[in-house]
C-alpha cells in the first residue's frame, strides 16, 4: 500500500521570536536543526524508506528536508521543490511580533486573522521589507498579497493532483518537508476534515506524520511516528 510521511519544518527563527514569517524566508534554528536530524534518526530507527521527496521553496523545509535525509544515509533521494508547498502568506502581518500585534488590533482580531479558514489578513503593500515578487525563485509566479487557510488549499492541491498522487498511486514512498499550513491543506483532503475544525489542528515542528493509505490514497491511519 502507498506510504506518506509529512513532516513540518523544525523551529525556525522566526517561530523562536514569535513572529509571522508566511513566504519570508527564514532559516531554521539550533534546535531546529537539531529536531530535523531527530526526525530522520527516528524514521530511519523505524524502518520507513523512501523513493521520491518533495518540498516547498523555502530554507527552513528544504533544510529540514535534508538534514533528515542526512540522518537517514539518503541525501541522494530525488527531490521536487515547489512554491505550491510554500508556507501560507500572512499579508502585511508578515515580520511582526504575534504578541504586539493581538495589543494593537485586538487578540479576536488577530486571531481571526490567524485561525479563521477563509478571511485573509490585510494585504502586503507592493515594494514593502516583506515584498517577495522580485524574488528570483518566484520568477513567473503572481506572489500572493495575503492569504487565508482556503487560499492556501486552493494552491496546494492542484500539486498534490499533478504529481504527488500519481507518485504515490505508482507505489513510490513519499516524504513532504513542508509547513504547517500547507501540511494542514493536505491533512484536511487526506482526513477529510471539516473547515470549521482544521483550522485549530496544530502540527508541531519536526514530527513525522504517517498516513497509510489504500490504493485509492484514501487514509486508512495517520498517527505521529514517535507514538508508534
Known sequence: ???????????????LENRFTGWWDVDVTEK?????K??????????????????SLQTRAIKTLNLALEAMGRLWLPTEKHWRLNERHYGALTGLDKAETAAKH???QVHIWRRSFDIPPPAAEPGGTYDMTNDRRYAGIEVPATESLKDTIARVLPYWDERI???????????ISAHGNSLRALVKHLS???????????IPTGQPIVYELDEQLVATDR???SER
Open 38 to 55: 531527530a526526525a530522520g534518526e527516528l524514521m530511519a530507527a523505524k524502518g520507513l524508506d523512501f523513493d521520491l521527496t518533495f518540498t
Open 165 to 175: 498522487a500519481p507518485a504515490l498511486k505508482d507505489g513510490q514512498r513519499v516524504l
Open 223 to 225: 498517527y505521529y511516528l
Open 192 to 202: 477529510n476534515i471539516p473547515d470549521d475544525e482544521i483550522t485549530s489542528l496544530e
Open 32 to 36: 531546529g536543526a537539531a529536531e530535523a
Open 106 to 108: 485586538g487578540e479576536e
Open 1 to 15: 500500500m502507498p506510504k506518506l510521511v509529512l513532516i513540518r519544518h523544525g523551529q525556525s527563527a522566526w517561530n
